[in-house]
Protein backbone atom coordinates (compact mmCIF):
# COMPACT_ATOMS: atom_id res chain seq x y z
CA UNK A 1 0.00 0.00 0.00
CA UNK A 2 1.66 3.69 -1.05
CA UNK A 3 0.92 6.34 1.76
CA UNK A 4 -0.24 9.38 1.30
CA UNK A 5 2.97 11.55 0.53
CA UNK A 6 1.13 14.49 2.93
CA UNK A 7 1.23 11.67 5.84
CA UNK A 8 4.88 10.50 5.12
CA UNK A 9 5.93 14.55 5.23
CA UNK A 10 3.77 15.26 8.29
CA UNK A 11 5.50 11.80 10.01
CA UNK A 12 8.65 13.42 9.02
CA UNK A 13 7.94 16.59 9.83
CA UNK A 14 7.51 15.08 13.59
CA UNK A 15 11.04 13.42 13.33
CA UNK A 16 12.46 16.63 12.27
CA UNK A 17 11.02 18.22 15.29
CA UNK A 18 12.13 15.51 17.98
CA UNK A 19 15.28 15.14 16.33
CA UNK A 20 15.95 18.80 16.30
CA UNK A 21 13.79 19.47 19.81
CA UNK A 22 16.79 21.45 21.34
CA UNK A 23 16.59 24.01 18.67
CA UNK A 24 12.61 24.80 18.77
CA UNK A 25 11.81 25.46 22.23
CA UNK A 26 8.89 27.03 23.42
CA UNK A 27 9.74 30.33 24.90
CA UNK A 28 12.32 31.54 23.09
CA UNK A 29 12.37 32.21 19.00
CA UNK A 30 12.47 29.15 17.29
CA UNK A 31 15.68 28.47 15.15
CA UNK A 32 13.81 25.84 13.62
CA UNK A 33 10.61 26.15 12.34
CA UNK A 34 8.30 23.85 10.54
CA UNK A 35 5.72 24.07 7.48
CA UNK A 36 3.95 21.66 5.74
CA UNK A 37 2.84 22.95 2.38
CA UNK A 38 0.05 20.96 0.79
CA UNK A 39 -2.06 22.81 -1.51
CA UNK A 40 -0.48 21.76 -4.66
CA UNK A 41 -2.04 18.47 -4.93
CA UNK A 42 0.99 17.56 -7.14
CA UNK A 43 3.30 18.11 -4.89
CA UNK A 44 3.03 18.44 -0.94
CA UNK A 45 6.16 19.96 0.85
CA UNK A 46 8.00 20.57 3.89
CA UNK A 47 9.38 23.73 4.63
CA UNK A 48 12.25 23.29 7.34
CA UNK A 49 13.02 27.41 7.82
CA UNK A 50 15.89 28.39 9.88
CA UNK A 51 17.31 31.11 11.46
CA UNK A 52 19.91 32.89 12.92
CA UNK A 53 23.40 32.49 12.97
CA UNK A 54 23.54 28.69 12.65
CA UNK A 55 21.13 28.63 9.71
CA UNK A 56 23.45 27.20 7.53
CA UNK A 57 25.18 24.49 9.11
CA UNK A 58 22.10 23.55 10.61
CA UNK A 59 20.90 23.14 7.23
CA UNK A 60 23.74 20.70 6.29
CA UNK A 61 22.55 18.60 9.34
CA UNK A 62 18.64 18.98 8.85
CA UNK A 63 18.99 18.31 4.61
CA UNK A 64 21.21 15.07 5.18
CA UNK A 65 18.55 14.01 8.02
CA UNK A 66 16.10 14.47 5.86
CA UNK A 67 17.08 12.68 2.88
CA UNK A 68 18.56 9.64 4.73
CA UNK A 69 14.45 9.54 5.64
CA UNK A 70 13.93 8.87 2.11
CA UNK A 71 12.94 12.89 0.71
CA UNK A 72 14.11 14.57 -2.04
CA UNK A 73 15.44 18.09 -0.89
CA UNK A 74 16.50 21.44 -2.13
CA UNK A 75 17.55 24.48 -0.02
CA UNK A 76 16.74 28.58 -0.14
CA UNK A 77 19.18 30.67 0.88
CA UNK A 78 17.34 34.53 1.83
CA UNK A 79 20.83 35.24 3.79
CA UNK A 80 23.70 33.89 5.93
CA UNK A 81 20.42 33.93 8.90
CA UNK A 82 17.26 32.84 6.70
CA UNK A 83 17.96 29.27 5.22
CA UNK A 84 15.40 27.32 3.97
CA UNK A 85 15.21 23.52 3.36
CA UNK A 86 12.43 22.21 1.07
CA UNK A 87 11.89 18.38 1.41
CA UNK A 88 9.27 17.03 -0.77
CA UNK A 89 8.67 12.95 -1.13
CA UNK A 90 6.74 10.39 -4.05
Do not use: C, W
Not at 30 to 58: F, P, Q, W, Y
Amino acid sequence: MISDPVDILDDLADQVAEEFEAYRQPDESKDVSLVLKNNDEERSTLIVHLGREIAESLADRIDEFLREHGARTERERHSATDVRVLATVD
